[in-house]
């Protein structure tokens, strides 16, 4: 991986000295390929298509990691009742997401509480005090807030914690947001 990527980057650099040269349109540099993260959301039989929105959020509102359904899921998903929605997570792309039925009987919107926990997955903080445009402010915003869609600063923060790739060891400390 390590060689496709310094090979990727050597054509890169090759056709940006080329293409001036010869006359051709300016050159743009290719993005390296975005980090694959793999979810499993059989844990939350109620709330399927909520957790595919939730994704697909996120993949359309960042551009260097990429949410998929099945394959080596490193975030798990799983329905719970009482307690509150939660994360057990490095931050990096490797956790538990507990989403509280209870919370969503009260009228917390799932896709906004799934999205949410997401974030913490993807290295981002809770911001209780923040506005209902911060995904990241969780319930602080009460039950009418139903956006489910990350902020600019929200997505550039998880552009940055993923700009380095993907860690593919378990971290020996994870952190709970609850």
């Known amino acids: ?7 990727r ?3 890169g650099a090759a056709a940006a000295l080329v293409l001036p040269l010869t006359g051709a ?8 390929d975005a980090v694959e993260l793999y979810y499993d959301a059989s844990g939350l039989p109620d709330y399927q298509a909520e957790a595919t929105q939730a994704a697909a959020n996120w993949n359309n509102s960042v551009h260097n990691v990429h949410l998929n359904s099945g394959g080596a899921a490193t975030i ?7 307690g509150g929605s939660y994360t057990q997570t490095d931050g990096h792309g490797t956790g538990d997401i507990y989403i509280d039925t209870q919370q969503v009987a009260e009228g917390n919107d799932p896709t906004r509480i799934i999205a949410h926990e997401i974030g913490h997955n993807l290295g981002l903080p809770d911001h209780y005090e923040g506005p209902c445009s ?3 402010s969780g319930h602080g915003p009460g039950i009418t807030c139903k956006n489910a869609m990350p902020d600019a600063q929200e997505s550039a923060q998880v552009e940055a914690n993923f700009a380095n ?4 060891v378990r971290l020996p400390e994870k952190h ?3």
């Open 134 to 136: 911060e995904l990241m």
């Open 9 to 11: 980057l050597a054509a």
């Open 176 to 178: 709970i947001y609850r």
């Open 25 to 32: 349109g300016a050159a743009s540099a290719a993005p390296l």
């Open 165 to 168: 790739g993907f860690v593919t």
């Open 76 to 82: 798990i998903m799983h329905e719970t009742t009482g």
């Open 1 to 7: 991986m390590i060689l496709q990527r310094f090979g």
